[in-house]
């Protein structure tokens, strides 16, 4: 799932795990405090984050999860955009679905951590992906780069706006590469 990017984003960040970092996947993610194990796309074996970006590994994401606690994995994901309107302001607009730490479960860190109890809008993917081409910081969103005159001349430009950094540059220099594998 394409959330796996800002979940290991953020762990990375957090400084839980550097891209060298593995874990092992046998098919399931278990944990005392979870009933069922929660089943993962495949068998893995050990993966690095890069490997859990790039074979989906969801036992991998959740294992990743564990190494940090929840307010600070929810805040960075929170900058990122979630659970929150876009500056485009369309009408009927989502802020998506990120409950706050205070109504997690057992499940919701390991399991958000690949994509699952989140619901987010494409907009909001879009905008948050932009961390990543500007070397950590959030850009706003623009649908319109520039306006031009019938005769070819640029009535209107508008430049990119930074909104906050999410991510310090090593990490989205980091991810940059782990996604292009």
């Given at each position: 799932?394409?959330?796996?990017?800002?979940?290991?984003?953020?762990?990375?960040?957090?400084?839980?795990?550097?891209?060298?970092?593995?874990?092992?996947?046998?098919?399931?993610?278990?944990?005392?405090?979870?009933?069922?194990?929660?089943?993962?796309?495949?068998v893995h074996n050990e993966v690095g984050v890069a490997e859990i970006i790039k074979y989906s590994?969801?036992?991998?994401?959740?294992?990743?999860?564990?190494?940090?606690?929840?307010?600070?994995?929810?805040e960075i994901l929170s900058a990122f955009g979630f659970g929150q309107t876009t500056a485009l302001?369309f009408p009927g607009e989502s802020n998506g679905l990120f409950q706050t730490t205070d109504m997690?479960?057992?499940?919701?860190?390991?399991?958000?951590?690949?994509?699952?109890?989140?619901?987010?809008?494409?907009?909001?993917?879009?905008?948050?992906?932009?961390?990543?081409?500007?070397?950590?910081?959030?850009?706003?969103?623009?649908?319109?780069?520039?306006?031009?005159?019938?005769?070819?001349?640029?009535?209107?430009?508008?430049?990119?706006?930074?909104?906050?950094?999410?991510?310090?540059?090593?990490?989205?220099?980091?991810?940059?590469?782990?996604?292009?594998?």
């Amino acid at each position: 799932s394409v959330f796996k990017v800002f979940s290991l984003s953020a762990i990375l960040e957090l400084g839980a795990v550097r891209p060298e970092t593995t874990f092992f996947c046998n098919g399931f993610y278990e944990h005392p405090d979870i009933k069922e194990p929660i089943a993962c796309l495949g068998v893995h074996n050990e993966v690095g984050v890069a490997e859990i970006i790039k074979y989906s590994c969801n036992a991998g994401a959740a294992y990743a999860s564990e190494l940090i606690s929840g307010m600070p994995f929810f805040e960075i994901l929170s900058a990122f955009g979630f659970g929150q309107t876009t500056a485009l302001q369309f009408p009927g607009e989502s802020n998506g679905l990120f409950q706050t730490t205070d109504m997690w479960s057992a499940r919701t860190k390991p399991t958000l951590a690949f994509g699952q109890e989140i619901s987010v809008t494409a907009v909001q993917v879009v905008t948050a992906a932009t961390v990543y081409a500007n070397e950590g910081i959030l850009l706003e969103p623009r649908i319109v780069k520039k306006i031009v005159s019938p005769e070819g001349s640029i009535v209107e430009s508008f430049s990119p706006t930074p909104v906050a950094r999410v991510v310090s540059k090593e990490t989205a220099s980091a991810m940059l590469l782990m996604m292009e594998e």
